[in-house]
C-alpha cells in the first residue's frame, strides 16, 4: 500500500503562518469603483441625460 507522509507539525506552522501574511485588505470602495467601471457608467449616463 502506499503510504503518504505527513508534514511536520513546524512546516505546516510556517506555511499557515506563510498563509497569513499574504492576506491583504481589500481596496478601498473608489478603487473597486474603477476596476468595475462604474465611473465611466456614471459618466455615459450623465451624457444620455443632458441630451
Do not use: C, F, N, Y
Not at 473608489?30 to 462604474?38: A, F, P, S, Y
Amino acid at each position: 500500500m502506499d503510504q503518504k507522509k505527513q508534514p511536520s507539525k513546524e512546516s505546516v506552522r510556517q506555511w499557515l503562518q506563510t498563509q497569513i501574511a499574504e492576506r491583504r485588505p481589500p481596496p478601498d470602495a473608489q478603487q473597486i469603483r474603477r476596476e468595475l467601471g462604474w465611473e465611466m457608467l456614471k459618466l455615459e449616463h450623465k451624457d444620455r441625460t443632458t441630451r
